[in-house]
Each structure stands twice: as structure tokens, then as C-alpha cells.
């Protein structure tokens, strides 16, 4: 049974498969093992980058295409959640069309790019998607009436996903809409993980890695490249469109800053080699990893700054202002020591 | 000749600022095992590559089984009936030896009565099917590397330099499985610089200098003329 789920891709090291064992238990029980809305927030955000981080790993990992416009697709599934609750009003349906409209969109934009840019290099592709990301986003920015601006969108989600939605208690635990809300994304993005694994263990995930490894020696043993590239980026966009719906359905607020900037990819990025390109669990370990280290880092340094107040230098160095320049230092390392990816390093030392 | 299944007319090609292939001209009878010869540099890789799309031909016409192979997609190519296994192998090192093998079947699940006749020709296949093809030796990637070609039954297979640093006792192998595979009924046009393999395999022969053919005729004419093959290629067979 588990087997199926996973599609028969095991994790191949016991060192990982505890690591994403840990993963699992902890998202899944989230609400309960770590209370307090930032720690609820934080396991969210994790599942929603696992989604978009495995999603960009089909192409990146998977396909050997890099796109700079992955960000943009994430955009409009959420912009498409929100647009759809503004005008539609805070009911499931809005959230359904919502989502469906903004992962159609997204493959009908990314269809456009595949098609016409596929063909050219590498490089040239990138470039081009960088080109129509940032147009987009500039966009964004100036239909102000339509999306808000620079300012975003706030709307209401139904009722039963919100804080006010009281439901009863467990283990000690009040129950409400924001933690209906949170297992809600929790069985969304797993079912959308279990898919994304799906794809890469199929016929058609197998000639994404060939293609991967020899575009040239793909063509001539009978699979036209441009296609599957382009399905790849569609399959690719769509996923992330519906991982954007499920941030806007968990914020409650979508703006450019939070769906659509490039700091957005760059993280996306270096979540996907963090964790190990071509492997889907890279994925579960870069997001989680990256998020955590977002979001406690500073309080981690804050704690051993003062810890070792009395001695010279060190407070300064681990001063929580320069978390940034720690959270770049640990990148590198990581990225020196584990060339091939967290899951790669497990996996070559079972 | 009678009904050849390949029909190369005329055929020039470019790569970057070079001239390479002159206007070739050459015929692969069908069920036959046609041999490409030549010193190196005179086109014979170029002329596989262009017959299979790989390099776009600035002129001439490429005939297949009816069909003009000219504008041609290089995956169509592949799917109306003609096998490549290009000179570098061309393997997906990635990937285990049952899924290169799992790719090459492109009209569904591999058969398993031919999964079987591999396994027979080339028993390493079976012995590490399940590893990356990339950990095999350079012979048995060159086994992968037919044994992916024949995966389907194909009317036209391109075969360069099959037999290249080998050890005798996987070059017998590799003479023994495309004997087979001619027996089936398939055509062969095959770069080979080992001449023994060549006049073991061949009916007929194509000697190729400059970027042209300038000799085609039967392989045994060509094996049995030393004189021929000193003034057509620079070198005779029987020294081999």
C-alpha cells in the first residue's frame, strides 16, 4: 500500500527515510506537538514549499529546464483564489474556481512560453522566463484596481476556515477553522506530493530524465523533446499554481511581494539543491529545512548571543541582525559539502 | 540492386565552417548488412548522423522505405522503423539498465519473448538489470547499447563502430547478435574499422573518401582483392 503511494520510488537509506518520517509525524500532528499560531504558520508554509520546491523540481531536477517564472505561476493560483473570493464571495465554490482558474491559466501561460521558447538553449529560455515573470509581476503591480497594486488583495475565505469557526477541543488543543484550514493544506499537499512522485516514477518521468541527460539521444530513440518539455512546464506550472492557491486560501492575503517576487524564486532554488535535484525528497528536506531556518534562526542566534554575552566577539558575530549572513554561510556549506543535495549525501552513505 | 530499403542521393552536409560529406551516394538493399568503410574523417559517422537527422543534410535526398526522410523529424525517424546506436553508445547512464531498455520500447511494454532472446544474446543485461547503466563496463554498455536498438524489431538499423576497443570475446558476442538480427529479416548499414567483423558481417560494402562514396559493390569482391582495398582505402585486409 505504501509502496503504491510512493510509487515505489523508496527512499533507498534509512538515514533518510527517518529524516522524512520525522517530516511526516511532524506535519501531520503539527497543531498538536508545537502549539502557538507562529509554529502553525511555519508548519504551513513548509507543506505549501514542499508542493512548489517538488513542483520546480520537475523541471529543474527532473527535465534539466531552467525557468526563472516559476514564482509567476505560483502568483496566479493565488491571485486567482483571491480574485475569485472578491468577486464570488467567501464560499468553497469561489475557492474551487479560484484554484482551477489560476492552475488553467498557468498552464495556458506556460503552453505560450514552452512553445515558443523551448526550442532555443538552455539559457535562452531562462532568460526568457526571467523577461515574462518580471513582466508580469510588473503588471500586477500597476493594474492596480484589478489586483491591488502593490498593496494586495485582502478577502474573506468561508467561515468554517477561520479562527472563528470553533469546533470542540483535542488533547488539550482547541480545535477551529485555522486548524480545519491547516489539514485541509496538509492532505492537499501531500495528495499533490504523492502526484508530483507519480509523474517522475512514470513511462513519462523517465523520458523527462533522459531528455534530462541527452536531449539529442532522447530525439533518436523515438520521443520528440519540445513536447515533452512543454508538458513538463505545464505539469510544472499547474502544480505551483495550485500550491499558490493553497498559501492564498492560508493568508488570507495575496500582494506581489508574498506570491510573485524573485526573492521568492531564488529561495525556491536554492531549496531544490539544498535538498537534492532530481529526487522529489530533496524537496520535503530543502523546504523544511529553508522555512525553519527563515523563521528561527534569528531567535537561535538571539538565545547563544546573549548565552555568551561575556565573551568578546562571538555576541557580535552571532548578533540576530546578522542572521541573514549566517543563513547565506550555511547555504554555502551546504552546498560545498553536500554537492549532490541532502538526499544524494543520505543515499551515497546507506 | 533490387528494392533498396535506404536511398542516400547526392547528399551534402555541413558542420560549422566544414564541408564534410561531398555529395554521398549509397544503398542499403533490404535484409542486408551493407558496411560503411573508409580511413577516419571521410564521413562515415556523418553519413549515420545525417541519414538519422542528428545533422540537417544542405543537400541530396534520403529515401526510406518510400519515404523522403529530408524534412523528417529526427524522433519520426526513429519511429518509422530505423534503430541508431551512435559510436559513444549513447546510453542514459542516469538511468537503470531496465528502464534505457523500458524507454527504447516505444510501442508499449518491452516483449517478453524478446526481453528473453536479449537476455540469451547478452546475459549481462539480465545480471544488472535493475543497475544504473552508467556503473556498467564499457563493453556491456555497448551490449545495452544494441540490445536498446533491437528492443522493438526496426527495418533499419544505423550501427557505428559497434565493436570499437572491445575484448575479442565481447566483439564474437556482438558479431553473433547482429548475425541474429539479420536472420530476423532486418537491414544493417554499419561503420566498422575492424575488418574481420566486417567480412564476417558484411554482403555488401561502401568505401567512402572525401565526404563521397566511391566504391560499393559485394563486401567478398572487396575481401578478396587486396589490390582493391590498398587502392581504395590505403591498406589491405589481409594484414588483419
Known amino acids: 500500500m505504501i509502496d503504491w503511494l510512493i510509487s515505489g520510488d523508496r527512499p533507498r537509506s534509512v538515514a533518510l527515510g527517518a529524516v522524512l518520517l520525522g517530516i511526516l509525524f511532524s506535519l501531520a500532528f503539527a497543531p498538536f506537538l508545537f502549539p502557538g499560531v507562529r509554529a502553525l504558520d511555519t508548519a504551513a508554509t513548509i507543506l505549501i514549499f514542499i508542493v512548489l520546491v517538488a513542483s520546480y523540481d520537475l523541471l529543474l531536477g527532473y527535465s534539466g529546464i531552467v525557468s526563472f517564472a516559476h514564482t509567476m505561476f505560483f502568483g496566479l493560483g493565488a491571485y486567482g483564489v483571491a480574485l475569485a473570493s472578491i468577486h464570488m464571495g467567501p464560499g468553497w465554490d469561489a475557492l474551487i474556481v479560484g484554484a482551477l482558474a489560476g492552475a488553467l491559466s498557468a498552464t495556458v501561460l506556460a503552453y505560450a512560453i514552452g512553445l515558443f521558447s523551448l526550442r532555443v538553449r538552455a539559457i535562452f529560455f531562462a532568460m526568457i522566463t526571467l523577461a515574462v515573470a518580471s513582466a508580469v509581476a510588473v503588471l500586477v503591480s500597476q493594474l492596480f484596481q484589478l489586483t491591488g497594486g502593490e498593496d494586495g488583495l485582502t478577502y474573506r475565505i468561508p467561515r468554517a476556515l477561520t479562527p472563528a469557526n470553533r469546533v470542540g477541543e483535542l488533547f488539550g488543543v482547541r480545535i477551529n477553522g485555522r486548524i480545519l484550514a491547516y489539514y485541509l493544506l496538509f492532505f492537499s499537499c501531500t495528495a499533490l506530493f504523492l502526484l508530483l512522485l507519480r509523474i517522475v516514477n512514470s513511462p513519462f518521468g523517465r523520458v523527462l530524465q533522459s531528455i534530462r541527460e541527452n536531449d539529442f539521444r532522447s530525439e533518436a530513440i523515438g520521443y520528440r523533446v519540445v513536447a515533452y518539455r512543454t508538458a513538463a512546464t505545464c505539469l510544472s506550472a499547474a502544480m505551483a499554481a495550485l500550491a499558490g492557491s493553497l498559501y492564498a486560501i492560508w493568508l488570507r492575503y495575496v500582494g506581489p511581494d508574498t506570491t510573485l517576487s524573485f526573492e521568492i524564486m531564488i529561495d525556491v532554488l536554492l531549496m531544490v539543491v539544498i535538498g537534492g535535484m532530481g529526487t522529489m525528497y530533496g524537496a520535503v528536506i530543502g523546504a523544511t529545512i529553508f522555512v525553519l531556518a527563515q523563521n528561527y534562526l534569528q531567535n537561535l542566534m538571539g538565545a547563544a548571543s546573549d548565552a555568551t554575552s561575556a565573551l568578546p566577539l562571538i555576541p557580535d558575530l552571532i548578533n540576530p541582525d546578522r542572521w541573514l549572513l549566517w543563513l547565506g554561510v550555511l547555504f554555502v556549506l551546504s552546498v560545498y559539502f553536500f554537492p549532490t543535495g541532502i538526499v544524494g549525501r543520505l543515499r551515497a552513505g546507506r | ?240
Open chain 2, 1 to 240: 540492386m533490387s528494392d533498396p530499403i535506404l536511398t542516400v542521393e547526392g547528399v551534402e552536409t555541413d558542420i560549422a565552417q566544414y564541408h564534410i560529406l561531398k555529395g554521398v551516394d549509397l544503398q542499403v538493399p533490404r535484409g542486408q548488412v551493407t558496411m560503411l568503410l573508409g580511413r577516419n574523417g571521410v564521413g562515415k559517422t556523418t553519413t549515420l548522423r545525417t541519414i538519422m537527422g542528428l545533422w540537417r543534410n544542405k543537400a541530396g535526398r534520403i529515401g526510406f522505405d518510400g519515404r523522403d526522410l529530408n524534412k523528417m523529424p529526427i524522433a519520426d525517424r526513429c519511429r518509422a522503423g530505423i534503430g541508431f546506436v551512435p559510436e559513444d553508445m549513447g546510453i542514459f547512464a542516469a538511468l537503470t539498465v531496465e528502464e534505457n531498455m523500458t524507454l527504447a520500447a516505444l510501442s508499449g511494454p518491452l516483449d517478453p519473448a524478446r526481453k528473453d532472446w536479449l537476455f540469451a544474446t547478452f546475459p549481462p543485461l539480465r545480471t544488472f538489470w535493475k543497475s544504473p547503466a552508467g556503473t556498467l563496463s564499457g563493453g556491456q554498455k555497448q551490449m545495452l547499447s544494441i540490445a536498446r536498438a533491437m528492443a522493438e524489431a526496426r527495418s533499419l538499423y544505423l550501427i557505428d563502430e559497434p565493436t570499437k576497443g572491445l575484448a575479442p570475446a565481447i566483439v564474437s558476442t556482438m558479431v553473433r547478435a547482429l548475425r541474429e538480427l539479420k536472420a530476423q529479416g532486418a537491414s544493417i548499414l554499419m561503420v566498422e574499422q575492424n575488418f574481420a567483423v566486417a567480412k564476417a558481417l558484411g554482403d555488401r560494402a561502401v568505401v567512402m573518401d572525401d565526404g563521397r562514396a566511391i566504391w560499393s559493390g559485394a563486401m567478398a569482391e572487396l575481401a578478396a582483392d587486396p589490390a582493391l582495398q590498398e587502392r581504395l582505402m590505403g591498406l589491405s585486409m589481409e594484414a588483419h
